[in-house]
């Protein structure tokens, strides 16, 4: 399994949004391809739709969350996110030739905008209180240069 | 582009000295080169010194030969909303640092924003502004990255589809830059938040977060690689910065950070299709800045592509820095950062009707490039339209002006000299003036009427412009009309020369420059007020009548 195309590279991947023109075949089938030619078991339902998604470099994953894991975690949650991700390997079998793509799940109706009207926040003190560290009045976070 | 990474740090710059010889030659200190929009207020656009100019005409042609370079520009605009993007907290500029924040811009979890529909609309005004299309459905989505200032761990963005795309937009360069029309494609607008400001203590030990600017506004302009010269691309920024503030939808403020300009500089040599490695620079305060910071950055690049040392140039951001008139290494950049955008799941999408685009069409503002066209219609010059244009407030006092029906070229002149001056001195914009267009109207029309002289016009402008008032009532208060009627001025005269026996027969000996001495004399007995015309036809009569 090439580290490279891990979960993380995955996800983003798995959009519903879709342009016109991944309606065309040889988008579709673009869409579809493997990400990687590293064979393994693919669970049932997927199988039928090409749907075999890399499995979870938790390591990567971890990293970009800027959380870190044991090995242990490690091991007690790559199941769990393969899982996942295996889900969406079935939905990527699902045939969507007919459908007309969607920019979202799921359309608010009306209007979801909210006019330009000042309202000051009241429990001020309650947010401060929650910072884990406070230097009033600035909140202290540790030393950061010019690092990404 | 990690837009958000740099706002408000000032980072100390290793003053390693790599090409600074070179560049010394290449361009003396031009540090008054202003491209003009920036300050609200006039500017006096006749300031640059033409040898200058030539100096670094001919600098540039010997060092870019050969080679091309290639600019683009990423522009964020924040704008003049009362409340934050996707919450009701108030921004002001300046308030107490942590004092305008929520829950929701605090990137607390449960947290849900919501857009404000003025965001909407100042996205929609730019995109119709710089001849976009428009997108009758966008989203938003994260673009997720870990920094301090940035309290969710993502900034809301929009990605694959922004609210506008594939416009351009038209300008002039400056006169004194050797003029020219230029047009620069849009790649895109999109509606995204700003970041927080990040602080350093004194001690260095740690650093300070500062929440209110988070989740503001900001509209974020990505131009094409169309610009080939700091100058194109200094218009180009002088330009939005004009366009939003005609617009109203931003202050356009760079020192305040309003308008913030991130800038790709690459070079190739010429007949080269592929772009040469793309360094981007930041850290410019104002246009002239901008300006120079590219012109250094190109010279940089073709050194070292003359020197065979091109694959010096790396991909990296490079910051400007102003008190040493060259750029540095701020940080490289390890491949493509991987922001992992995905689509925001707490935002439906942006929905556009066109009733709704067709409204906000007719509400447009005249755009400084159709007040460019339509001043220059009138038959002024080039150098006048620019600066009319430039400001706003200056077009809109110039064309309430003419309103009233004053001559075009006439009122240019009173606005880009003596109004222009005292403005400068004053440090004032033209509407913070009590000067109306209705009495500069006026004055033109006195004077042309020959009620008064243009000397007497000059004092009612400045009692005028510093106290109000109106051109009839300081003309009767001060009794300022103009002394047309030839038998009084013949009688000043008559007196002047008499009262000057002794220059008198100097000047009926050969010394007729004298003239100016009796009709300075005639003048002042007349407070001014002598039609200087008729002074000098009877004056010429009386001297010369032996
Ligand atoms: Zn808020």
């Not at chain 2, 939005?240 to 040599?269: A, F, H, K, T, W």
Request: aromatic share 6%; net charge negative.
């Amino acid at each position: 399994m090439t580290a490279m195309l891990s979960a993380a590279a995955a996800i983003p991947r798995l959009r519903l949004v879709t342009r016109p023109a991944a309606r065309l075949p040889s988008a579709r089938s673009n869409w579809l391809r493997p990400l990687s030619s590293a064979t393994h078991v693919t669970p049932p339902a997927a199988a039928a739709g090409a749907g075999s998604l890399e499995p979870p470099d938790l390591h990567r994953l971890a990293n970009a969350a800027r959380i870190s894991l044991t090995l242990q975690e490690v091991e007690e949650f790559e199941p769990k996110i393969r899982q996942v991700i295996d889900l969406f390997g079935q939905l990527q079998a699902v045939d969507l030739e007919s459908i007309e793509p969607s920019l979202r799940a799921g359309t608010a109706t009306g209007s979801s905008l909210r006019e330009d009207k000042p309202e000051t926040f009241v429990n001020r003190d309650a947010i401060v209180e929650a910072i884990p560290s406070y230097d009033d009045p600035y909140i202290k976070v540790p030393r950061v240069l010019n690092k990404e | 582009m990690a837009l958000t990474l740099l706002r408000g740090m000032r980072t100390p710059v290793s003053l390693r000295s790599n090409t600074g010889l070179f560049f010394n030659v290449l361009r003396p200190r031009l540090s008054h080169f202003t491209t003009r929009a920036e300050s609200a207020q006039a500017t006096e656009p006749k300031a640059v010194p033409k040898s200058i100019q030539l100096a670094t005409k001919e600098a540039a042609e010997q060092n870019t030969q050969g080679f091309e370079a290639i600019i683009g520009i990423e522009t964020h605009v924040q704008l003049s909303t009362v409340t934050k993007a996707f919450c009701s907290c108030p921004y002001d500029y300046g308030s107490q640092p942590n004092s305008t924040v929520c829950p929701t811009c605090m990137g607390h979890p449960g947290t849900l924003p919501v857009l404000n529909e003025r965001v909407v609309e100042c996205a929609v005004k730019l995109g119709l502004a710089l001849n976009c299309e428009i997108s009758m459905t966008s989203k938003f989505d994260r673009k997720q990255y870990f920094y301090p200032d940035l309290p969710k761990g993502y900034q809301i963005s929009q990605f694959d589809i922004p609210i506008a795309k594939k416009g351009y937009v038209d300008l002039d360069l400056p006169v004194e830059f050797g003029g020219g029309h230029r047009k620069f494609g849009i790649t895109r607008v999109h509606m995204e938040e700003d970041a927080g400001k990040l602080l350093h203590s004194e001690s260095g030990s740690y650093s300070q977060v500062d929440l209110n600017r988070a989740g503001v506004p900001l509209l974020e302009i990505v131009s094409e690689p169309d610009m080939r010269t700091g100058i194109e691309a200094a218009e180009y920024g002088a330009e939005l910065q004009r366009i939003v503030r005609y617009l109203g939808v931003s202050n356009g403020n760079m020192q305040e950070g309003s308008l913030r300009c991130d800038v790709n500089v690459s070079v190739r040599p010429v007949g080269q299709s592929e772009f040469g490695t793309k360094v981007e620079i930041k850290n410019m305060n104002s246009f002239s800045e901008i300006n120079r910071a590219i012109d250094y950055e190109i010279s940089r690049q073709i050194m070292l592509h003359k020197e065979g040392q091109a694959d010096q140039i790396v991909q990296e951001t490079r910051l400007w820095d102003e008190s040493s008139q060259k750029t540095f290494t701020m940080r490289k950049k390890e491949g493509l950062v991987n922001y992992r955008y995905f689509p925001e799941p707490d935002l439906p999408e942006v929905v556009l009707t066109t009733d709704y685009i067709d409204e906000i069409s007719k509400s447009m503002p005249e755009l400084p490039e159709a007040k460019r066209r339509r001043y220059e219609n009138m038959g002024l010059s080039m150098q006048d339209v620019l600066f009319l244009a430039n400001d706003d407030n200056v077009a809109h006092f110039f064309d309430s002006t003419l309103e009233y029906g004053a001559d075009a070229k006439l009122a240019c002149n009173w606005i880009m000299s003596d109004i222009a001056a005292y403005l400068k001195n004053e440090k004032l914009s033209i509407h913070e003036t009590k000067l109306t267009p209705l009495e500069l109207s006026e004055l033109i029309a006195s004077i042309k009427n020959g009620t008064i002289s243009g000397k007497i016009g000059k004092e009612i402008l400045f009692e005028l412009i510093a106290k109000g008032g109106t051109v009839k009532g300081v003309i009767e208060e001060k009794d300022l009309v103009q002394i047309a009627d030839p038998a009084a001025i013949e009688a000043m005269v008559d007196k002047v020369i008499a009262d000057n026996p002794k220059q008198l027969e100097e000047y009926r000996a050969g010394k007729t420059k004298l003239q100016g001495f009796f009709a300075g004399q005639v003048m002042k007995a007349s407070k001014g007020k002598a039609n200087p015309v008729l002074l000098n036809k009877i004056l010429g009569e009386k001297l010369n009548a032996k």
